[in-house]
Structure formats: C-alpha cells, structure tokens
C-alpha cells in the first residue's frame, strides 16, 4: 500500500551534517510519517516522527535538538535534517509511514518501512 525509498546516507566526520530524504508513494494520503534507526546489535530505534500536516512532531531524547524532521507533502517526501552528527549516530536509517489513521508519536503506529540508508560517523 505504501512504498518508501530513502535517500542521503554516507559517511561524514563527528560533528558534520546529513540531509535524508525520502520518497513517498502508494496510500500515503493523512499519514504519518516517521524515522528510525538500527545500530548493529541494537534494537531498532524511533528517532522523530511528524504528523501529516506537519504542524506536530516527535523527536527522541537522543537526537533531540540535532535533528529535524519535516514533510512536503506536495512532493511526497519527508526529510531528516541531521546536524552535529556523532559517532553513537552511525546506523541504519529507516523511514516509516503508520497504518492508517496511526498517531505519528507512537512507534507501534508505524507499519511501513523503507529498505534503510546507512550513515556512518567517523569520529
């Protein structure tokens, strides 16, 4: 129903910047949308998530601060401004959409993912 492809990852020094996009398409009308990361033998991690107007978001208490979410909902695209990047940042990145009707502050909400875009921080 939803197709999600991020876009951005790479490699950057301990306090540099990285923008990831990422491309909506399928049954996104009124969801939320949201970003998580998975760092090797870690749990998956729900880092910020913005309500489908934009007007409401969600960050995690370790990127709080550091990074922005935000959404063009005429492009159909979401997007995490990352800014003083470390090196306990370096994971895989995935974009999520909820099912519908899902609130964008719950992880459980989240029921759609991207395949990941890698970032790595070298300190």
């Known amino acids: 129903q939803v197709q999600l492809v991020e876009s951005g990852g790479g490699l950057v020094q301990a306090g540099g910047s990285l923008r990831l996009s990422c491309a909506a398409s399928g049954r996104t009308f009124t969801r939320a949308m949201g970003w998580f990361r998975q760092a090797p033998a870690k749990e998956r991690e729900f880092i910020a998530g913005?309500?489908?107007?934009?007007?409401?978001?969600h960050y995690a208490d370790s990127v709080k601060g550091r990074f922005t979410i935000s959404r063009d909902n005429a492009k159909n695209t979401v997007y995490l401004q990352m800014d003083n990047l470390q090196p306990e940042d370096t994971a895989v990145y995935y974009c999520?959409?909820?099912?519908?009707?899902?609130?964008?502050?719950?992880?459980?909400?989240?029921?759609?993912w991207g395949q990941g875009t890698q970032v790595t921080v070298s300190s």
């Open positions: 913005i309500s489908w107007s934009g007007d409401n978001t």
């Open positions: 999520a959409a909820t099912q519908a009707g899902g609130r964008f502050y719950l992880k459980y909400d989240y029921g759609f």
